[in-house]
């Protein structure tokens, strides 16, 4: 089974930072898409930002300027840098990959948290 870890989630102010880190298993062959999505409760899961291999980010509107993706592929790792945080986004924050063979993977989730 393919686990995806997650850490950096927690607790933080409004107008506080936080930095997610994701990192894959050397298993998944030939990563193609790294990115985040988010559950606040009561919502469906949507996208907050993702990047390709060859470094082109994609972020959501609600994120464009404060949140910043980004991923070192020699670790297999994908960061999410969230500055200006809003209650708005909290949230549980899930790791995405996407394999070049078109296969999903998701991790378990990180609770963030904005208190305002």
């Known amino acids: 089974q393919v686990q995806l870890v997650e850490s950096g989630g927690g607790l933080v102010q409004a107008g506080g930072s936080l930095r997610l880190s994701c990192v894959a298993p050397?298993?998944?062959?030939?990563?193609?898409?790294m990115g985040w999505y988010r559950q606040a409760p009561g919502k469906q899961r949507e996208l907050v930002a993702t990047i390709t291999s060859g470094g082109g980010p994609n972020d959501a509107d609600s994120v464009k300027g404060r949140f910043t993706i980004s991923r070192d592929n020699a670790k297999n790792t994908v960061y999410l840098q969230m500055n200006s945080l809003k209650p708005e986004d909290t949230a549980v924050y899930y790791c995405?990959?996407?394999?070049?063979?078109?296969?999903?993977?998701w991790g378990q989730g990180t609770q963030v948290t904005v208190s305002s």
């Open positions: 050397r298993n998944i062959f030939g990563i193609y898409l």
């Open positions: 995405y990959i996407k394999d070049n063979r078109g296969r999903d993977y």
